[in-house]
C-alpha cells in the first residue's frame, strides 16, 4: 500500500511540475503581458493607498463636523424658517410706518414755524392786523 501510495503521490507531483513548468515558459513567452499585469497592480495598490488616505480624511473631517451637525439639528425647521421672514417683513412694515409718521410731524412742525415766522414778519411791518 506504501508503493501505491507513492505512486499517486510522484504523479500528482509530476502534474504540479508539469502545469508549474508550462505558466513560467508562458511568463518567458509573454513577458509584455507580466509587465501590464504588474502595472495593472501597482495601480491598484495605488488607488488602495490613496482611497485609505480619502477615507482616513473623511473620518477626520466627520470628527469635525460632529459639532456643526448638533448644531444644526438645534436649528428651526425650514417651514419655521419662513416664520422669522415674515416677522422681518413684517416689522420693516411698522418701521416705514414710524418713519413716514415722523417725517410727517417733522414737516408739520417746520410748516407751523414757517408760517408763525411769516405771520410774526406781518404783524410786525403791520403794527399789527391794520395794513
Keep these: 500500500m506504501v ?7 510522484v504523479k500528482a507531483g ?3 511540475v508539469l502545469i508549474l513548468n508550462s505558466k513560467v515558459q508562458y511568463c518567458v513567452d509573454h513577458p509584455e503581458e507580466i509587465c501590464r499585469l504588474a502595472k ?3 495601480q491598484v495598490s495605488e488607488v488602495k493607498r490613496v482611497t485609505m488616505e480619502d477615507m482616513e480624511k473623511v473620518l477626520d473631517r466627520g470628527e469635525e463636523f460632529e459639532p456643526l451637525v448638533d448644531k444644526k439639528e438645534n436649528l428651526p425647521s425650514p417651514v419655521s424658517n419662513l416664520l422669522p421672514a415674515q416677522d422681518f417683513r413684517q ?3 411698522e418701521m416705514r410706518r414710524k418713519l413716514w409718521l415722523h417725517n410727517v410731524k417733522v414737516k408739520l412742525i417746520v410748516l407751523g414755524m ?3 415766522l411769516i405771520l410774526i414778519i406781518v404783524l410786525s411791518i403791520c403794527h399789527g392786523f391794520m395794513c
Excluded at 508503493?3 to 503521490?9: D, E, K, L, N, P
Design 14 to 16: 509530476t502534474a504540479v
Design 114 to 116: 414757517v408760517v408763525a
Design 91 to 93: 416689522q420693516g412694515n
Design 40 to 42: 495593472a497592480k501597482a
Design 3 to 9: 508503493g501505491v501510495q507513492s505512486t499517486g503521490a
